[in-house]
């Protein structure tokens, strides 16, 4: 039976006069034990609902149109918060003033399926995913050595994950892994080790490999540090030795080495079709090789791109005989190593751009930079950015826009 938390105003459920008060009993005939059991049983156009009002017992049918929510909220919706203690956790490394949604650490199994945010997987959210049958999964796993990957969750115990893949993996459980690579700890024969481990369970479909990120905000904190360019050309290496593997193998690529990591060793981006069946994007893999495969088209328009450092020079190249000026965004507020364009803020965006030469008054941000609710990190919008600047401001998700 599902309390109701809320109910969204003019929602489907608001409409049949549902109220926070009612219970929901049962939808579509299968029993409703908790929110994911809604999520399976409610994703048609129409809904049979059985519910309690106080003792009495209630049915009723409810339609909505495609792509609109139902409008129920229920208890215990809420994200599980992660009780781990990751030494490059991103919100330990945010400044106190961003809004209190960034300051919470989750770690919910629901959620990775739901939403594909990775969890750090423990034995409850084994059987929970099992019993759920939630597939695909999304799981930060870092390195396969128990130890190893105790210090990198800051547990200061073991913290083994193999036997978790494998159960969900017999069980017919997906599973899309990310590796966090941090210079000395879990890099050169640990990554390898780890791609060995993960390559030899046929649930985990993909291994996305990624750069620790680091902002100023890291008082207190574990000393680690970036990956230098010769420690970056080996991950790419290694990646490509499983790559090749993996394509006898498996008949795809598997694995992942992101954008940044061949930006680091100096290497080229690799074509569109490196990424061929890759579902990573979110992680900085393949974005760059989508922002390249639209060179030689004509660009209309005039105004200033603004763009992280980290793509930069790729905008630059893409947009060169263009009336577009690449204007490069440096992030003072989280620190100069943060160059990923969708961690720039409002604030940075107004000091880089007000005083451009007014021949560019249109000012294009990325889509990235914005959450749901079109707020930056430091809770800007659009519309104010183009108030403190005196400029038109247009968000673009990608260049093709500007075609």
């Known amino acids: 039976m599902l309390e109701i938390l809320s109910i969204t105003p003019g929602s489907p459920a608001s409409a049949a006069g549902f ?18 059991d809604f999520l399976y049983s409610a994703n048609g156009l129409f809904i049979n609902l059985i519910y309690t009002r106080g003792p009495l017992i209630r049915r009723l049918t409810i339609r909505r149109n495609p792509g609109v929510d139902w409008g129920f909220t229920f208890k215990g919706q809420e994200p599980a918060v992660c009780r781990k203690k990751c030494i490059f956790c991103f919100v330990d490394q945010l400044p106190r003033d961003v809004r209190p949604s960034l300051q919470v650490k989750d770690d919910d199994i629901r959620y990775s399926f739901v939403q594909g945010t990775y969890v750090t997987l423990d034995r409850d959210d084994t059987e929970y995913a099992i019993r759920k049958h939630l597939t695909p999964l999304h799981i930060s796993v870092h390195a396969t050595d128990p130890s190893v990957r105790g210090k990198i969750l800051g547990t200061c115990r073991e913290e083994p994950v193999l036997h978790m893949l494998e159960k969900l993996s017999r069980a017919g459980i997906k599973m899309e892994t990310q590796i966090v690579v941090v210079p000395g700890l879990n ?64 008949g795809n690529a598997w694995v992942y080495p992101s954008d940044e990591f061949f930006i680091i060793a100096g290497l080229d981006i690799p074509p569109v079709s490196y990424y061929e069946s890759c579902t990573l994007k979110e992680n900085g893999i393949g974005l760059l090789a989508d922002l390249l495969a639209i060179s030689g088209k004509k660009f209309k328009g005039r105004g200033a791109v603004c763009t992280g450092t980290l793509a930069a020079p790729f905008l630059r190249r893409l947009l060169n005989g263009s ?43 990325p889509g990235v930079m914005f959450n749901h609710d079109m707020l930056t990190l430091d809770d800007h919008t659009p519309e104010e950015i183009s108030q403190s600047t005196g400029r038109e401001v247009l968000v673009a998700r990608n260049l093709e826009e500007l075609v």
């Open 19 to 36: 109220r926070r008060i009612d219970r929901l009993v049962s939808c579509n005939g299968s029993p409703l034990n908790d929110w994911i």
């Open 187 to 250: 890099d050169g024969k640990q990554l390898d080790r780890t791609l060995e481990d993960l390559f030899s369970i046929p649930g985990v479909i993909s291994a996305g490999v990624v750069p620790v990120g680091l902002t100023k905000y890291r008082n207190g904190l574990p000393e680690i540090r970036r990956p230098f360019e010769a420690e970056a050309l080996r991950v790419v290496n290694q990646c490509s030795m499983w790559r090749r593997k993996a394509m006898k193998n498996r």
């Open 323 to 365: 009336d577009y000026l690449v204007t490069v965004i440096e992030n003072t507020f989280l620190g100069p190593e943060i160059g990923v364009a969708g961690l720039l803020s409002g604030a940075d965006i107004v000091r880089s751009v007000k005083d451009l030469p007014d021949l560019y008054n249109s000012v294009i941000l």
